[in-house]
């Protein structure tokens, strides 16, 4: 394949992630038609096939896509970190950041992954192992694993649709500061901790943006 037809072919498999992350941001995947991402991109439905098989698999390389790029944040944060308390708090800050810098990525999050709660769902590898870590140590005081990681997702989950509701710098701190305070005291953090925790690292993180990487341009994927 000479040089412009591979240049051609990246432009349109980018064209259609861009669409298809722009119309799974604003509706449920099954109200999304290959014809309505084709229309969106303004590619042909051949194109569409030559790129991906079916509709799912440009749900799995769209939502791949951002996961990637939030995890990677995530692991910043945390790098050198060993509290589970703080890193909780902090990889709920990321994803609200996120959520301020990229709002149309994040809504995909929220619309695709809102059902993932099996403890054994890899996207909530992280998450189950702090939690595990709390509990042994004594850090937590949940009953079950399972019972902390449910507990968890859920106030994350509203934090995070919350925010790509209303995508401002001034709601997603006061929202990190209330939230994760709110969430390490139901995980049994006891005393002004929860909040010096929660304070600290919506500053850092959500304020600061210190470990997010800037923005996509409006239409490019990373």
């Given at each position: ?91 709920v800050c990321v994803y609200l ?126």
């Amino acid at each position: 394949m000479s040089g412009k037809r591979i240049e051609r072919a990246e432009r349109t498999r980018a064209a259609l992630v861009a669409a298809g992350q722009r119309l799974f941001c604003e509706r449920p995947v099954d109200a999304v038609a290959i014809d309505d991402i084709v229309q969106a991109a303004d590619v042909s439905k051949g194109s569409f096939y030559n790129h991906f098989p079916d509709r799912d698999a440009l749900v799995r390389e769209v939502t791949a896509q951002i996961r990637s790029q939030v995890e990677r944040a995530v692991s910043r944060a945390n790098a050198g970190v060993e509290d589970p308390a703080r890193r909780m708090a902090r990889a709920v800050c990321v994803y609200l950041r996120y959520a301020v810098d990229d709002p149309e990525r994040a809504g995909v999050l929220v619309r695709i992954h809102s059902g993932h709660t099996s403890t054994s769902t890899p996207l909530n590898k992280g998450l189950v192992a702090d939690v595990a870590q709390g509990l042994a140590q004594g850090r937590f005081t949940v009953p079950t694993m399972e019972a902390g990681v449910l507990y968890v997702l859920g106030v994350a989950q509203l934090a995070l649709i919350r925010v790509t509701q209303e995508p401002t710098m001034t709601l997603a701190v006061s929202l990190a500061q209330q939230m994760c305070a709110l969430l390490l005291r139901g995980l049994g953090v006891p005393g002004s901790e929860p909040e010096l925790i929660a304070a600290q690292a919506a500053d850092e993180i959500v304020r600061q943006g210190a470990f997010c990487d800037p923005p996509a341009p409006k239409g490019e994927t990373h």
